[in-house]
């Protein structure tokens, strides 16, 4: 069984980071780049160099309004890039809602199933997980990522992303995924406005409290234009280390990153600080 350091060891266990790796033509910051298998290989293996412990492969995209993708061609998008970083210095995650996809990607060498969808949009990809014995990501959003900006509506984003969260944990552990093998993420931009994300960034240690580790990926998105006013998402790495440190201060334990190097660095400072 895989586990992260489970109990009070994990909060004060200093947090890592988890390099993106979007093997995706569409991406809405890096889409294209690494869509080819080596290409993408080895911008894992140069992000393993800059200190990922993590890296955190996709071959969806799940911006605000992007199309879903067939099974088979995610599985063809992911299997290989997997394959090719399986024993080469990372932990390896697979983002995806689906279970098939889910069910190969721990097969071929990754140990952290990245559900941005929290098991609502295949809930078979939670047996799958158990079955495996592996690390289970559950990120909160509301609808699909084709519906859920109009599903942006809280009266307290932190009280009702909490709530939903242990709603998750717990359909997780009844599909016996074991709870030292949970993670929990409040899903930075998804079904969220900028308050939103603002008030469960604020709110990290409500969500903490739930007792298990947090992924916290705010890398490059459109809150940081929001604050910045910087357009290029691959100019927006100064706000989004703020972002980055501001979670690390309080409690997140992997940070999901495009800025790997910029990211190990500020993470250290920030974590000495906490
Ligand atoms: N954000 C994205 C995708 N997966 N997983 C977790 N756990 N947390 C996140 O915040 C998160 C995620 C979206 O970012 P990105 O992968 O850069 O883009 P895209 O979805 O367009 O591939």
């Keep these: 069984m895989h586990s992260l350091e489970a109990g009070a060891d994990q909060v004060l266990a200093p947090p890592c980071i988890m390099g993106i790796l979007n093997a995706t033509p569409d991406s809405f910051s890096d ?11 080895a911008r894992g293996l ?3 160099a800059e200190g990922a412990t993590w890296l955190d492969i996709g071959g969806e995209s799940t911006r605000p309004g992007a ?6 061609e995610e599985l063809a998008r992911v299997v290989p ?52 014995g592996a690390l289970y990501c559950a990120m ?21 992303v909490t709530l939903a969260l242990a709603e998750r944990a717990n359909a997780a552990i009844q599909a ?69 440190s501001a979670a690390v201060l309080r409690g997140a334990h992997i940070l999901r990153v495009h800025d790997v190097k910029p990211s190990v660095e500020a993470t250290a400072v920030a974590a000495a600080l906490r």
Aim: hydrophobic share 45%; aromatic share 4%.
């Design 140 to 160: 909160h959003m509301r609808g699909t990522p084709a519906t859920m900006t109009g599903q942006a509506n809280y009266e307290d984003p932190v009280a009702e």
């Design 176 to 244: 016996g995924i074991d709870p030292e093998c949970l993670i929990l993420d409040p899903g930075i931009g998804f079904a969220k406005r900028l308050p939103h994300n603002l008030a469960v960034l604020r709110g990290l240690p409500t969500l903490a409290s739930l007792g298990f580790p947090l992924i916290v990926g705010l890398s490059r998105k459109k809150m940081i234009l929001e604050l910045t006013g910087v357009d290029d998402p691959k100019q927006r790495l100064a706000g989004s280390l703020a972002g980055l």
């Design 46 to 48: 140069q992000m393993v």
């Design 67 to 72: 199309d879903q993708v067939a099974s088979e």
């Design 81 to 132: 890039v997997i394959e090719g970083l399986a024993g080469r210095g990372a932990r390896l995650s697979i983002d995806t809602r689906k279970a098939t996809v889910a069910q190969a990607a721990l097969a071929a060498g990754a140990e952290l199933v990245n559900d941005v969808s929290g098991g609502l949009f295949d809930p078979r990809i939670l047996t799958v997980t158990a079955k495996a």
């Design 31 to 41: 889409g294209g780049s690494y869509a080819d298998a080596d290409a993408a290989i």
